[in-house]
């Protein structure tokens, strides 16, 4: 059964012989009017979700809640079809599911229809992985183009001293606005980055403290001697407690810094010297076939994302540092037992088992937030602060801004004062808002599809707050113009 395309099942309201040549009679109004024809659309579409209750007021707050939401989630995948970035994590599962497939083939090399099953799968797999790695590269280059127009001194190379000198100017004013803007961006997301790093280390403290509270509570169940082996473990676990404090954090945020310090001229010097200039123009020798042969070859052979690539020993090693930390006091679940695991152990015998359940609860509960809270300094920020040294943030403002002004647009199209404020309330400050919403979440280290469904949330909340705001602001329509407005055929304007 077919939705949205008829309001009664037995009669059709679609217009079977409608002409989309230009020459229709609709077409001068289409053309005109583009945003209201997309609204009279969605509209349709919305009316056909949304059961149609009694209150008709209730009705349209339903509408212009998944209006809302909807238009983040359209917003905000256009800014990520601008900014394609594709997270290490997510790379990693590709990259997991791929050497998966390659076992599999060697399981199963005796099986023909299996072996060729999981031969093919991990051909796919990789391909799709090379891919969205080259589409890192890709975006981080246009990220380091626009970083370089708004911060880097241009035009030296123009022989003319008179054009030279006039373009310098210009660039120099250019730069003057944009460079501190440029470079405040870069800031305020990396702060709100380590700020999240911190807070959830802050989070995992308190599961710590909680445990440790508990430690200290059975510890009158043990010999005077068993109590100061105890205390001795407990002064360790405070020892080691120390490598996740926000000092300790911050030395090590520094050092992934210092990691990246010639990042960019890394990246430029692969960039520009071992990739572009490889490719054969028009003036190559060589015949056409021969020279798309070659620049093929060289795409096809340079499918990795070359920042994370110069960074992974770095990245490496500051991951195996973290993992070793939470470890040493958590155990890995294999073969380390942690010093947490150790004082349970002492205390096991000499408590009830409702008392040993609720210390390996707080201690799955610890190992878990602590493990998140490291996976997010080790992996996440370090992606993070890689996108940002290349001029990731800026670009990604700018995108936003751009998706910001069409719902503005949207708002300014509206025929009446009253329909502008009521547009604004309902969905555009809602629009804005998520997408805002969902720029600040990846700036705390959420992935991307998760801050598109949480901004488009969040935008669902505000349109139902623009609601009330509009009943209030905006006088009850008469009841014959909502019957009329109500019968409006589809696909008017």
């Known amino acids: 059964m077919s939705f949205g395309l008829y309001n009664n099942p037995y009669k059709s309201t679609y217009n079977q012989h409608v002409n989309f040549s230009a020459a229709a009679p609709n077409a001068p109004e289409?053309?005109?009017?583009?945003?209201?024809?997309?609204?009279?659309?969605?509209?349709?579409?919305?009316d056909t979700f949304v059961k149609e209750p009694q209150d008709e007021e209730k009705k349209k707050s339903h509408?212009?809640?998944?209006?809302?939401g909807s238009s983040v989630l359209v917003l905000s995948s256009l800014i990520a079809l601008l900014n394609p970035r594709f997270s290490g994590k997510f790379l990693g599962k590709l990259k997991n599911l791929s050497n998966k497939a390659s076992v599999n083939v060697q399981k199963n090399k005796n099986d023909i229809i299996k072996s060729k099953f999981y031969q093919?799968?991990?051909?796919?797999?990789k391909k799709v992985f090379d891919i969205f790695q080259f589409t890192n590269s890709a975006n981080a280059s246009k990220d380091l183009g626009f970083k370089w127009l708004c911060t880097a001194e241009k035009f030296d190379g123009v022989k003319n001293d008179t054009l030279r000198k006039f373009l310098k100017v210009c660039d120099s004013g250019f730069r003057k606005v944009m460079s501190p803007l440029h470079n405040g961006i870069t800031k305020w997301f990396d702060g709100i980055s380590k700020s999240t790093v911190y807070h959830k280390y802050n989070s995992a403290g308190k599961k710590m403290d909680y445990l440790d509270d508990l430690i200290k509570n059975y510890k009158g169940k043990l010999t005077p001697a068993e109590q100061k082996q105890l205390e001795a473990k407990l002064s360790e676990i405070k020892l080691a407690q120390n490598y996740f404090s926000k000092d300790r954090t911050a030395e090590r945020l520094v050092m992934q810094e210092k990691s990246m310090s010639n990042l960019e001229k890394d990246f430029k010097d692969k960039l520009f010297n071992g990739y572009l200039k490889q490719f054969k123009g028009p003036k190559s020798k060589g015949t056409f076939k021969q020279k798309m042969q070659h620049n093929r070859k060289l795409v096809q052979d340079n499918m990795t994302?070359?920042?994370?690539?110069?960074?992974?020993?770095?990245?490496?090693?500051?991951?195996?540092?973290?993992?070793?930390?939470?470890?040493?006091?958590?155990g890995d679940g294999k073969n380390i037992r942690g010093k947490y695991n150790e004082v349970i152990d002492m205390l096991s015998p000499h408590i009830t088992k409702d008392e040993k359940a609720l210390l390996d609860d707080g201690l799955k509960a610890a190992k878990k937030k602590l493990t998140?809270?490291?996976?997010?300094?080790?992996?996440?920020?370090?992606?993070k602060k890689r996108d940002l040294v290349l001029g990731g943030a800026p670009s990604d403002i700018i995108s936003g801004i751009g998706?910001?002004?069409?719902?503005?647009?949207?708002v300014g199209t509206a025929d009446t004062k009253e329909d502008r404020v009521s547009r604004a309330l309902t969905l555009g400050f809602p629009a804005v808002a998520g997408i805002g919403a969902s720029m600040a979440l990846t700036a705390m280290l959420f992935s991307g599809v998760q801050s598109i469904i949480y901004g488009s949330i969040a935008s669902a909340g505000l349109s139902q707050i623009g609601?009330?705001?509009?009943?209030?602001?905006?006088?009850?329509?008469?009841?014959?113009?909502?019957?009329?407005?109500?019968?409006?055929?589809a696909g008017t304007a």
């Not at 998140?372 to 992606?383: G, Q, V």
Request: glycine share 4%; charged share 25%.
């Open 63 to 68: 509408k212009t809640a998944i209006a809302a």
């Open 403 to 410: 998706m910001i002004g069409l719902s503005g647009i949207a």
């Open 305 to 330: 994302f070359w920042a994370e690539d110069m960074l992974m020993p770095a990245r490496n090693t500051c991951e195996q540092d973290g993992k070793k930390a939470v470890s040493e006091l958590m």
């Open 372 to 383: 998140k809270a490291n996976h997010s300094e080790c992996i996440d920020y370090f992606d």
């Open 120 to 125: 093919s799968c991990e051909k796919f797999l």
């Open 467 to 489: 609601s009330i705001a509009d009943k209030t602001l905006n006088p009850k329509k008469p009841a014959g113009i909502v019957a009329q407005a109500n019968t409006k055929p």
């Open 30 to 46: 289409v053309i005109a009017k583009p945003i209201e024809k997309v609204e009279d659309v969605i509209t349709n579409t919305v």
